[in-house]
């Protein structure tokens, strides 16, 4: 049976290819939807994509990623957790206590804007951190994944 790669999506990301272009792109979630497709579909993994604009709803994601987990059958997470990255004590706890091996990911390189978004609460419980790289930084991180 195939591991799964679990990929996350934040608030507003549903709004890519609209939303600040110059900063995050002309791609849409579908386009990063094909893209993990792809990359999945060359290591072998099955892929679960979500967006969601609320919290909870990723921390439960997270926690049904770690039930795969405890029976052997996720690869890792990619999350995107967006504006929740510098503000979600819950999306921590959610990672710690499931262990799920996850890949912080930005599109944009957070450390060269504004000063609040250097700031990850989810960074302590990564095991890699990714930003910069656009849309294609979930391909990398999926590439990575396959690695672990």
């Known amino acids: 049976m195939p591991q799964t790669v679990y990929v996350l999506n934040g ?12 900063i995050y792109g002309a791609q849409t979630l579908d386009d990063v939807r094909q893209l993990c497709e ?6 072998g993994l099955t892929l679960a994509f979500h967006q969601s604009n609320h919290e909870g709803q990723l921390v439960d994601w997270i926690h049904e990623a770690g039930r795969l987990h405890a029976s052997g059958g996720l690869a890792g ?7 929740y990255t ?12 499931t262990g799920v091996p996850l890949v912080e990911l930005h599109i944009s390189n957070v450390h ?7 700031h990850s609460y989810i960074a302590t419980a990564a095991r890699a ?4 790289f ?4 979930y391909g990398l991180a999926i590439d990575a994944i396959a690695q672990w």
């Open 11 to 22: 608030p507003n990301l549903n709004l890519l290819g609209t939303r600040e272009p110059g």
């Open 38 to 43: 792809v990359a999945c579909t060359r290591h």
């Open 77 to 83: 997470v990619v999350l995107n957790a967006a504006a």
């Open 86 to 97: 510098h503000t979600s004590v819950a999306l921590l706890d959610a990672i710690k206590g």
């Open 112 to 118: 060269a804007r504004e000063p609040f978004r250097h």
């Open 129 to 132: 951190v990714m930003c910069g």
């Open 134 to 137: 656009g849309v294609a930084g």
